[in-house]
């Protein structure tokens, strides 16, 4: 029972960053706009997270840095697919060979170093619930605004006016400007919302997971986010529990690996991916190829009439 705690706690440790990329994704494609590009924008959200964290010495100015890092870049992403309606897809993939490349030229001098991050913060008496308090409630202050964006994510998007033109802009885009909603405006900023949560994701690899900078350091985390929006079907609690059963297959690799597994290390590394794919290969089979509840409009370039 010890070692299953300890494997669920890492769980949310690890899975906290593809989460807030994956939240970030979840409101950007509600919007109609698919954002690929979220392996560059979280690697320049880590960077800029690490870079103000060892500046200043405040791991929050780091996650507000790391924030707007990831708004920032994705500005550009949001111009070229609502302003200009280019490819989302080759766009995306532009993304993310900036985000690497920039992070990489940004972050030469500081490969290794280390920062003082967010320090563990128990809450009062749930961290004593046995079992469940220290796989939920003995954790650091992102990981419980984790907790608070699902449920607000979720609240939201199913029952707020707000999220119900968001989902209009996605579904039928026509259908809402023809309401009076601004379409273009509507996606570029929930584009760009999405994009900034994503860099946080980075910053939290950064300033509190790792607390250090390291090349390359999603590993892939940014396309795990991207695959688990339809694993999730748009949802942002499922999308959360990909994000955990994710962050639980990561922890599991680890452990074994400090066990001493005769397993190779490759394939242990591997694991957390192989697991993605088959979820995603068992949604596709259950849903027969169809992407259940996937925005009508999504990765669609909308073109506004003009009017008399």
């Known amino acids: 029972?010890?070692?299953?705690?300890?494997?669920?706690?890492?769980?949310?440790?690890?899975?906290?960053?593809?989460?807030?990329?994956t939240l970030?994704?979840?409101?950007?494609?509600?919007?109609?706009?698919?954002?690929?590009?979220?392996?560059?924008?979280m690697l320049v959200g880590a960077y800029a997270g690490f870079a103000v964290?060892?500046?200043?010495?405040?791991?929050?100015?780091?996650?507000?840095?790391?924030?707007?890092?990831?708004?920032?870049?994705?500005?550009i992403h949001a111009f070229l697919c609502i302003t200009m309606m280019c490819n989302q897809v080759v766009s995306g993939l532009a993304m993310v060979l900036a985000g690497y490349g920039l992070s990489a030229l940004m972050g030469r001098t500081s490969?290794?170093?280390?920062?003082?991050?967010?320090?563990q913060m128990n809450v009062p008496v749930l961290s004593q619930i046995p079992f469940l308090g220290p796989i939920f409630f003995q954790h650091n202050a992102m990981v419980y605004l984790s907790y608070l964006l699902i449920v607000l994510l979720c609240l939201f998007i199913y029952c707020t006016r707000p999220g119900l033109n968001m989902r209009a802009v996605g579904e039928n885009p026509r259908a809402a400007d023809a309401m009076g909603l601004p379409v273009s405006s509507i996606r570029y900023f929930y584009c760009i919302l999405g994009g900034g949560l994503a860099g946080i994701g980075g910053g939290y690899l950064s300033v509190v997971y790792a607390q250090m900078w390291i090349e390359g350091m999603t590993s892939g985390r940014g396309w795990i986010a991207v695959a688990l929006v339809i694993f999730g079907m748009w949802n942002p609690w499922k999308a959360a529990l990909g994000a955990y059963l994710f962050g639980g297959v990561e922890a599991l690799q680890l452990r074994?690996?400090?066990?001493?597994?005769?397993v190779s290390v490759s394939l242990l590394l591997t694991l957390p991916y192989l697991m993605t794919i088959i979820v995603l290969i068992a949604v596709s089979v259950k849903s027969k190829g169809r992407l259940l509840n996937a925005p009508a409009s999504l990765s669609i370039p909308f073109l506004r009439e003009g009017r008399e």
Not at 1 to 21: H, K, N
Not at 24 to 41: F, H, Q
Not at 53 to 74: E, M, S
Not at 256 to 262: F, Y
Request: proline share 3%; net charge negative; glycine share 16%.
């Open 1 to 21: 029972m010890e070692l299953l705690t300890v494997i669920l706690s890492a769980a949310i440790r690890s899975g906290t960053p593809v989460l807030y990329a």
């Open 24 to 41: 970030g994704e979840v409101i950007t494609e509600r919007a109609g706009i698919m954002n690929l590009g979220l392996e560059g924008i």
């Open 53 to 75: 964290t060892q500046g200043t010495g405040d791991p929050w100015l780091g996650i507000l840095a790391a924030f707007g890092a990831g708004c920032l870049i994705t500005v």
């Open 111 to 119: 490969i290794g170093q280390t920062i003082t991050g967010f320090a």
């Open 256 to 262: 074994m690996q400090a066990m001493g597994s005769t």
